[in-house]
């Protein structure tokens, strides 16, 4: 995908996210999550939330999308839960009364943004018109699907610096390290790659995949006997894929 096209999409979900950001507190759930009460047992993913009194609207919030973004901690116990990342979820289900956050994200859906730890986290949220939502996701697929490539990818829990790309410079944590097949001597650094989970790479995790894809820029090199094509943070690795897996299959595109 060109750099234009991503700078394109960019602008305009943030024109929409700007515009109309609401604050608020998210929590999270973990599986199962269904019945649910708007859809049933009838299986949404796991990029899904149940919606609080404040957005429930007696049911007419089943179905909408909210693009929802940490933006700091409720309590002393994480004073730094965010990821840096957004997630777009889809209402599934209702949080009742007494609900502790205006959104209870799924757990994929929460580690997306933030820390599990943290618990609750304080969010901006704003809803997602049906027309963007399918109009980004056709654009994205159509050059995801023309020039994906197939690899593999593990993840580290902390870098190590200087990096050989930003030295002690602090890239955030959408960050990666490249093996030789795309290291490129050198060239890969600053690239930014959309990586999606296929599938497991051992029977350990038979369904590692969360749904979702990531964006990560390469700030390092993963030397000869690296284990993945990508070496992902852990952040951007459990985004995409259940940590217990430790390696999955992937598509990959440079964006």
């Not at 050059?143 to 993840?155: N, V």
């Not at 870098?159 to 060239?187: F, H, K, Q, V």
Request: aromatic share 8%; net charge negative; hydrophobic share 35%.
């Amino acid at each position: 995908m060109e750099k234009h096209i991503v700078l394109a999409l960019t602008i305009v979900l943030c024109h929409f996210a700007l515009s109309s950001a609401t604050g608020g507190t998210a929590t999270y759930y973990t599986p199962p999550y269904t019945p649910s009460s708007c859809y049933g047992y009838t299986d949404m993913g796991t990029m899904i939330a149940a919606a609080s009194d404040v957005i429930w609207d007696n049911r007419a919030a089943c179905g909408r999308n909210y693009r929802v973004t940490c933006t700091g901690p409720t309590n002393g116990g994480d004073l730094h839960p965010c990821t840096g990342a957004s997630v777009v979820v889809k209402i599934v289900d209702y949080c009742p009364s007494g609900c502790r956050g205006t959104i209870d994200l799924s757990q994929e859906a929460f580690s997306a943004i933030a820390n599990l730890d943290a618990g609750k986290i304080n969010i901006d949220y704003v809803q997602m018109e049906k027309h963007i939502v399918l109009a980004l996701t056709i654009v994205l697929c159509h050059f995801a699907l023309s020039s994906a490539i197939d690899g593999t990818a593990t993840y580290f829990t902390s870098l190590i610096t200087p990096t050989s790309c930003y030295g002690y410079e602090d890239e955030g944590t959408m960050i990666a390290a490249a093996s030789d097949i795309i290291w490129d001597n050198r060239t890969a650094c600053g690239r930014n790659y959309r990586v999606t989970c296929t599938g497991p790479t051992n029977a350990g995790v038979a369904n590692p995949c969360t749904g979702a894809s990531v964006v990560v820029k390469i700030v390092d090199y993963c030397p000869p006997g690296c284990r993945g094509t990508f070496d992902l943070s852990q952040q951007a690795f459990s985004t995409i894929a259940d940590l217990n897996a430790g390696k999955i299959k992937i598509d990959y595109v440079q964006v």
